[in-house]
T-cell receptor, first 112, second 115 residues
Framework: AQSVTQLDSHVSVSEGTPVLLRCNYSSSYSPSLFWYVQHPNKGLQLLLKYTSAATLVKGINGFEAEFKKSETSFHLTKPSAHMSDAAEYFCVVSLYGQNFVFGPGTRLSVLP | DAGVIQSPRHEVTEMGQEVTLRCKPISGHNSLFWYRQTMMRGLELLIYFNNNVPIDDSGMPEDRFSAKMPNASFSTLKIQPSEPRDSAVYFC?????????????FGPGTRLTVL
């Protein structure tokens, strides 16, 4: 069975400072991993995905994530937070394009 | 491509009424998922289909909920009778079965309020 843990339910950063949202997963096989963002009262938008190619994945809006198999982690980072980054972020693990398992989400607040 | 289309975008109904939510997946996508999102329970998978066939409906809360996919371009989620605790945002998502590492593409959601 697969599972996803997002270690922080809420992260607060100041505008212009780095963002780190943590995600750990459990999977018996080589999974695909995704980060989605959900702005208030909006749908879910894909930020980036890992599909067994390069371990450092670049996404939209300056976000990137690094797949570390030894640590079973897929943390999301951004060098400099912007006010528009304030949203809910979901880490997702999938096996063979099925069984998409969502983490509980991390709410990111960006302070001016 | 228009993306995943859901209708209606908002639905307000009274307890006991039947509610039907609709979803049109992206053309060529042969997996379709229904999710429910609430503040209390977060994002929950209700059911998913592969090639119009229900594969896993273990997330469907109870018999009041039913889902169908009569063809590759249309799915419905029905609640009968509706209750106030069904109030939530319902999302539909689709993905192609191959290649197997594709992400899900989400619709904008239907916000259901049951009074």
């Amino acid at each position: 069975a697969q599972s996803v843990t997002q270690l922080d339910s809420h992260v607060s950063v100041s505008e212009g400072t780095p963002v780190l949202l943590r995600c750990n997963y459990s999977s018996s096989y080589s999974p695909s991993l995704f980060w989605y963002v959900q702005h208030p009262n909006k749908g879910l938008q894909l930020l980036l995905k890992y599909t067994s190619a390069a371990t450092l994945v670049k996404g939209i809006n300056g976000f990137e994530a690094e797949f570390k198999k030894s640590e079973t982690s897929f943390h999301l980072t951004k060098p400099s937070a912007h006010m528009s980054d304030a949203a809910e972020y979901f880490c997702v693990v999938s096996l063979y394009g099925q069984n998409f398992v969502f983490g509980p989400g991390t709410r990111l607040s960006v302070l001016p | 491509d228009a993306g995943v289309i859901q209708s209606p975008r908002h639905e307000v109904t009274e307890m006991g009424q039947e509610v039907t939510l609709r979803c049109k997946p992206i053309s060529g996508h042969n997996s379709l998922f229904w999710y429910r999102q609430t503040m209390m329970r977060g994002l929950e998978l209700l059911i998913y289909f592969n090639n119009n066939v229900p594969i896993d409906d273990s997330g469907m809360p109870e018999d009041r909920f039913s889902a169908k996919m009569p063809n590759a371009s249309f799915s419905t989620l029905k609640i009968q009778p509706s209750e106030p605790r069904d109030s939530a945002v319902y999302f539909c998502a689709s993905t192609p079965l191959w290649p197997a590492y594709n992400e899900q593409f989400f619709g904008p959601g239907t916000r259901l309020t049951v009074l």
